[in-house]
C-alpha cells in the first residue's frame, strides 16, 4: 500500500510539472561520447510542437526530425533545437553537448 501512495504522489507530481500544450523541447542521442571517424546523429525527441529547428555546432541549420554531424577536429560539441506550435510562437530550446575525442 505504502508503494502505491508514492506512485500516486509521483504521478501527480508530474502530471502538475506538465504544462498542456506547451511545447518541451528534447534531444536525443545514442552516445555522449564519440570518435572523430564517427558521423554524429542527434534526434528530436521533443513533445507537442509543430515547428522545428536545428542549430548546428558549425552554423548550419537544419529542419528535420533528426540532424547529422561530422566532426573535424576532437573536442565538445553544443547542438540546439528550438522547437515551437501553433499556440506557443516563441521558440523552447534544447541543448546537448556530446565529446568527440582523437
Known sequence: ???F???IGLA???FACDKKGE???EICSNKVSYKLTDTIRVDNCSKRYTKQRWLLPDGT???GDYAYFIP???GVFTFKLFVSNDE???D???TKNLTVNP
Do not use: G, Q, R, W
Open 12 to 14: 501527480l507530481f508530474l
Open 61 to 63: 541549420i537544419s529542419y
Open 23 to 25: 511545447p518541451f523541447a
Open 72 to 74: 573535424t577536429t576532437s
Open 88 to 90: 506557443f510562437v516563441n
Open 92 to 94: 523552447f530550446e534544447a
Open 1 to 3: 500500500m505504502k508503494y
Open 5 to 7: 501512495f508514492i506512485l
